[in-house]
């Protein structure tokens, strides 16, 4: 089993914190496959970002407010790419961790058939806003998702079978803008996955956001000062978050030093005393080629025995 990082770039074509992200995917680089969705190829000037660009045919024409088709993309392709990926990680140019790596992997470990997905009742007026179309469906699916979020493959299946199934309303709500921050919990709501009695999905932000100091009327708040509010910020949804991995916005001035310190000694003491126990799928296929082995052998002795 594996974890997909599905990075979408657009405008500088950069990751604002690539040397962060590249120190902190490397112990964890066994489990972790990295994907980048981008809009020009030409202006991608890491090598390392470049190593790990998904292939020209899948990248599609997409804006501000109409992103589904980089969604469905880059899901798409890292799906195809590598079988065992089970958890897939929504992020931006503008992510970066704000967990240690082992961390992050004891909550693979532990909930790698969970997503984590933040959902609740639209907070705007669709019959007034035409923000995803809502007002033409029922009051029921009038929902809002974050838009950065964690699945398991299981949720990512039913994200392209409702897109081919369902056609039309998948392009209704895609043509009334920003949609991908509605259309995922709809998706979710028509397979049932949203129902009380289900445990598929953890209604929590795998992203610390700060929507509360936006930087515009559709965007969150940009780390860039780390000033006392920022701090006290951070600090607040760590011990409040328990399924908090990442931080966005973080702008390329934000302090290196600070990002640094919440990610490997804020909760160094906690970190250190966790046990790591793999997954038995993820045992299993370490040592299946050894298992399969024995079971032979096994089998001739036992055959030899008979023949005797």
Not at 74 to 99: A, Q
Not at 242 to 268: G, H, Q, S
Request: charged share 25%; with cysteine.
């Amino acid at each position: 089993m594996k974890i997909a990082l599905c990075f979408i770039i657009s405008y500088e074509h950069i990751l604002n914190k690539e040397h962060i992200w590249r120190e902190w995917i490397e112990p964890n680089k066994d489990i972790i496959n990295i994907y980048f969705y981008y809009k020009e190829l030409h202006k991608i000037k890491s090598k390392w970002i470049l190593e790990h660009t998904i292939p020209i045919n899948y990248i599609v024409d997409t804006s501000y407010y109409h992103v589904i088709p980089a969604y469905l993309s880059v899901l798409n392709f890292s799906s195809i790419h590598d079988k065992e990926n089970t958890w897939f990680c929504m992020l931006t140019d503008s992510c970066c961790p704000i967990i240690s790596p082992k961390h992050f992997r004891y909550l693979f470990y532990n909930y790698y058939k969970k997503s984590i997905f933040s959902w609740k009742q639209a907070w705007w007026n669709p019959e007034f806003h035409k923000r995803a179309n809502l007002a033409k469906f029922p009051k029921e699916l009038w929902l809002a998702n974050d838009p950065w979020f964690i699945l398991t493959k299981e949720n990512v299946r039913q994200i392209f079978h409702f897109v081919k199934t369902q056609s039309v309303i998948t392009k209704t709500i895609c043509n009334g803008g920003l949609a991908n921050e509605s259309l995922f919990a709809i998706i979710f709501k028509f397979y049932k996955e949203l129902d009380d009695k289900k445990e598929n999905i953890i209604c929590a932000s795998s992203h610390l956001t700060d929507w509360n100091r936006r930087s515009s009327t559709t965007s969150p708040h940009i780390f860039k000062q780390a000033d006392d509010m920022d701090i006290q910020f951070i600090k607040n949804e760590l011990e409040r978050n328990n399924y908090a991995v990442f931080i966005r916005k973080v702008d390329p001035e934000f302090p290196d030093d600070i990002l640094k310190y919440y990610i490997y000694e804020y909760n160094k003491v906690s970190d250190d005393s966790l046990v790591l126990v793999e997954p038995f799928e993820i045992t299993f296929e370490r040592y299946k080629n050894y298992i399969y082995f024995c079971i032979v052998i096994t089998a001739l002795y036992v055959l030899y025995l008979i023949l005797l």
